[in-house]
Nanobody, 116 residues
Framework: VQLVESGGGLVQAGGSLRLSCAAS????????MAWYRQAPGKQRELVAG????????NYADSVKGRFTISRDNAKNTVYLQMNSLKPEDTAIYYC??????????WGQGTQVTISS
């Protein structure tokens, strides 16, 4: 499974961004997908996750009510809609996929920078 993120950039606080993660390869084995982020000097943390059916999602407390994860299985793509962005959301955002055997796959990451 290969993952390619896009959609990062620089926006002002209060703005919005939508990240996309396109999966290719053995996508039929993907069980769940998620977005993680890593800010400078901090550990990588889970931002949001979604299972293959799209019926179950989970979010970090820090982004609840502001971020929405969704997936388009026909396009093998997962999205992260980020609204009301804050400077503390600044980080590299990574796409993650887990297959039926719980093997993990990571994208290269996309930089999100929020200016105050």
């Amino acid at each position: 499974v290969q993952l390619v993120e896009s959609g990062g950039g620089l926006v002002q606080a209060g703005g919005s961004l939508r990240l996309s993660c396109a999966a290719s390869g053995s996508t039929f084995n993907i069980r769940s997908m998620a977005w993680y982020r890593q800010a400078p000097g901090k550990q990588r943390e889970l931002v949001a996750g979604i299972i293959s059916s799209g019926s179950t999602t989970n979010y970090a407390d820090s982004v609840k009510g502001r971020f929405t994860i969704s997936r388009d299985n026909a396009k093998n793509t997962v999205y992260l809609q980020m609204n009301s962005l804050k400077p503390e959301d600044t980080a590299i955002y990574y796409c993650h996929a887990s297959d039926l055997w719980r093997r993990a796959y990571w994208g290269q990451g996309t930089q999100v920078t929020i200016s105050s």
